[in-house]
């Protein structure tokens, strides 16, 4: 069945940067977009921006660009979010998820906290 | 950036009855573009509809949705427990998603 399996939690200091990975099957991983959408604690759904894994090409919402990078290891069938100078209000739960017709396929999420 | 907005922001309603949600778009949305989610506490969202009217795999008839331009309502009739949730609408056409606020659906 297709699946997406995302990294565990972390714990980041203001400033630093992180990198969740997303892990892929059951399905052909470069043919359909990965997204990344995060949720505040208590908050709604935010979407990031999206990746074409053929391609490698992303496209950023404007309110991360210049602090996201999407990108992907086709062989292992895997996709990552990275986003730097982190602030407290990066605190949320992040979500890979598949575009097909809509986000069909979500990750379990990864929750990241940014304290100092 | 197109924005979309829910309401209510919470609807209390009772097993059985049929509940209508709403989400109104800051400009004219492709329909064939406009997605409704559920979310669960402690839960990833799950996809409900998607193409304003298709039901996605495995959720049941009596979710439907429907509407055109700015003006799209997702309806869900004879409630069970189990629909009780946040819904999310979104928006997914040009270069940019966008999900509405969400509208929590409470068990009155």
């Known amino acids: 069945q297709v699946q997406l399996v995302q990294s565990g939690a972390e714990v980041k200091k203001p400033g630093a940067s992180v990198k969740v990975s997303c892990k892929t099957s059951?399905?052909?991983?470069?043919?359909?977009?990965v997204n990344w959408v995060r949720q505040a604690p208590g908050q709604g759904l935010d979407w990031m921006g999206w990746?074409?894994?053929?391609?490698?090409?992303?496209l950023y919402a404007q309110k991360f660009q210049g602090r996201v990078t999407m990108t992907r290891n086709t062989s292992t069938t895997t996709a990552y979010l990275e986003l730097s100078s982190l602030r407290s209000e990066d605190t949320a739960v992040y979500y890979c998820?598949?575009?097909?017709?809509?986000?069909?396929?979500w990750g379990q999420g990864t929750t990241v906290t940014v304290s100092s | 950036e197109i924005v979309m907005t829910q309401s209510p922001g919470t609807l209390s309603l009772s097993p059985g009855e049929s509940a209508t949600l709403s989400c109104r778009a800051s400009?004219?949305?492709?329909?064939?573009?406009l997605a409704w989610y559920q979310q669960k506490p402690g839960q990833a969202p799950r996809l409900v509809i998607y193409?304003?009217?298709t039901r996605a795999t495995g959720i049941p008839d009596r979710f439907s949705g429907s509407g055109s331009g700015t003006d799209f309502t997702l309806t869900i009739s004879r409630l069970e427990p189990e629909d009780f949730a946040v819904y999310y609408c979104?928006?997914?056409?040009?270069?940019?998603?966008?999900f509405g606020q969400g509208t929590k659906l409470e068990i009155k």
């Open positions: 400009q004219s949305v492709n329909s064939a573009y």
């Open positions: 990746m074409n894994p053929y391609s490698g090409n992303a």
């Open positions: 998820v598949r575009s097909h017709f809509g986000l069909d396929v």
């Open positions: 193409g304003t009217s």
């Open positions: 979104q928006q997914y056409g040009g270069s940019s998603y966008t």
């Open positions: 059951g399905y052909d991983f470069i043919s359909y977009d």
